[in-house]
């Protein structure tokens, strides 16, 4: 081996995965590199972003050493996430151009891929004014603007947004754990997002806008569909739910993460606790009131369904404790004793046995036994064994007149799966945390991050597992729940959000310990990086104001619910 002395580099390369070693100048952005490797775009879609080291970093990134990249592309949910962000800043950019001074709210997502949005302080678009906003936006893309990131002092911060009217971002501010705020600019237009960005308005061809009768939909591709648009459509009950949070929230004074804040500082927290946990138990009252209605016309099946991490065990308590309060005596069936043995269950795409599929369930048995139980008769229901992966005779059961059967599972909306009971005998609840608090107008806190945080916290204190597992898991969580529970929740007969205003303030102090002890050099960091980044934004509170049968308690810890069995009171 001969060692020679060497002049230093002054250029860094970049490794794609395709083990292809691309060179240029120290301080180039990667985009410049990206653009290199692919000089006709990528051959599948665009490149949004990159992992290196197990860190996201910006098509902008000054590449200043040898690196090896994992490119991010919009069906990744780090690229959804920077397509969709840099997609706000786009519309918010061209309709305060049209529009001088008017401001606009993102206040939730559609399942079909779409921010509804609301112009604030003057009355809705119309459609001509909808149609002048989203050609400008064709205008600004077609320029192929630049995102301008720029960190500034929180201090500047804090009066440029005074000044310009953003009282949301200012009461946000407040709460700022740093002294300083990155921010980004858009021909002229400033604002605060939380992530990162693409680098030019060039990359955002494919959105829509679509006029509501209160506001509009902000379009965007579904990370399945990544090429095109789904057509939007419509859902009444979904809606309903918005609408009556706005007005939960009208009542509790809670705008966003800012007022939240606001309110712990004020020692308001246990009245807004109070207030929140008053709201969950009128509506879980109204709907045990629809059950005890129909229940007298015949209703004798309760079906509850809803993904990873809505509270349905507790919310089914609930409800079961409200039902005996009309003189309804609750039976559970529990669905997990209907699957089929082991070596009947089908498999995934990967090989794996896929327990979620619909066809993991005996079906033909669990429609035999609930028409009997329905019919009065005796019925012998069957014990699954998970470890054995094989079905058992389990308890004889027989149906009292005052006596209603409630099931929980993931498939209880799909109506393949008990097609033999007659409508008029089945009532469908769908169980989420459909809506969060936002940090402010333009910045979202997904309802799916809440429900992983929750997840974390549960499954941490009931099985011992870490965040990283947790979070590893997720993806797959996520995957069964768009193929198995949102494509039915149009079946259910009312939806119930079990979404709390104030939890993430109770769920921060337990969740960071937690996102902590994800190991930096994995990829699952990006994930815990980003969930504890949000987190910083929200005043942590005394969970010991939550009820000991609240929703949360059942991730949290403390429900006095926990080890409950409905209709076992009496003996």
């Known amino acids: 081996m001969t060692i020679a002395r060497s002049e230093p580099r002054t250029d860094a390369r970049v490794t794609f995965p395709d083990g292809c070693v691309y060179s240029a100048p120290v301080g180039t952005p990667l985009l410049t590199y990206v653009d290199a490797a692919f000089p006709d775009g990528h051959p599948e879609r665009p490149v949004l972003g990159a992992v290196v080291d197990n860190q996201l970093v910006e098509l ?3 590449v200043s050493r040898d690196i090896k990249i994992q490119p991010i592309f919009l069906n990744d ?5 920077i397509y969709r962000r840099s997609l706000v800043f786009l519309l918010i950019t061209a309709a305060a151009e049209l529009f001088p001074g008017v401001k606009i709210a993102v206040e939730h997502s559609i399942p079909t891929g779409g921010f509804y949005c609301e112009p604030v302080g003057r009355p809705n678009f119309s459609r001509a004014e909808l149609d002048a906003i989203l050609a400008r936006m064709k205008e600004i893309v077609a320029a192929d603007e630049p995102f301008e990131r720029k960190t500034i002092p929180l201090a500047e911060a804090v009066t440029w947004f005074t000044d310009h009217g953003d009282d949301d971002m200012v009461r946000l501010l407040k709460n700022r754990e740093k002294d300083y705020l990155t921010i980004y600019t858009l021909r002229g237009k400033i604002d605060y997002l939380f992530g990162y960005m693409v680098p030019s308005t060039g990359y955002l061809s494919i959105f829509a806008l679509y006029p509501m009768e209160q506001g509009f939909i902000l379009v965007y591709p579904r990370p399945e569909f990544t090429d095109s648009l789904l057509p939007y459509q419509a859902s009444s009950k ?8 706005k007005a939960w929230r009208r009542v509790m004074g809670l705008e966003d993460i800012g007022t939240l804040n606001h309110a712990i500082e004020d020692g308001r927290i246990r009245e807004e606790v109070l207030i929140a946990e008053a709201l969950h138990s009128r509506y879980l009252g109204e ?10 016309r015949g209703l004798k099946l309760v079906l509850i369904a809803g993904p990873s991490s809505a509270g349905k065990t507790t919310f089914s308590k609930r409800l079961a404790v409200q039902l005996m309060a009309y003189g309804i005596q609750p039976f559970t069936l529990e669905m997990d004793n209907y699957f089929v043995d082991r070596e009947h269950t089908p498999r995934d795409e990967h090989g794996n046995y896929d327990f979620e599929s619909l066809d993991a369930m005996d079906r033909t048995r669990m429609n035999t036994d609930v028409q009997g139980l329905i019919a009065g008769e005796e019925v012998q229901m069957p014990h699954f064994d998970f470890k054995q992966g094989r079905s058992f005779p389990g308890q004889v059961a027989k149906l009292m007149p005052d006596q209603i059967i409630i099931a929980e599972g993931i498939h209880g909306l799909n109506p393949q799966l008990l097609p033999s009971i007659p409508a008029d005998r089945v009532f469908r609840v769908y169980v989420s ?29 009931t099985r011992g597992y870490k965040a990283i597992d947790t979070i590893s898991r997720w993806e797959s ?28 303030a109770m769920i921060r102090a337990q969740a960071e310990p937690l996102l902590r002890q994800v190991d930096p050099n994995t990829r699952h960091y990006i994930e815990a990086k980003r969930l504890l980044s949000f987190l910083r934004w929200v005043r942590p509170a005394d969970s010991s104001f939550v009820p000991d049968d609240s929703i949360l308690r059942e991730f949290i810890g403390g429900s006095i619910l926990e080890s409950y069995i409905p209709g076992k009171r009496r003996g």
């Open 287 to 296: 709907i045990a009131r629809m059950i005890a209605e129909r229940h007298a």
């Open 60 to 62: 902008t990134y000054a």
């Open 77 to 81: 949910s780090d690229g959804g996430r």
């Open 433 to 461: 945390a459909l809506t969060a608090l936002n940090l402010d107008r333009h910045n979202r806190v997904p309802t799916t991050d809440v429900r992983l945080l929750r997840r974390i916290l549960r499954d941490a204190r």
């Open 477 to 504: 969580v996520r995957r069964g729940e768009k193929r198995n529970i949102f494509p039915h929740q149009e079946n259910a007969d009312v939806m119930f959000n079990s979404s709390l205003p104030y939890e993430l």
């Open 238 to 245: 979904l809606e309903r739910v918005f609408q009556q949070e």
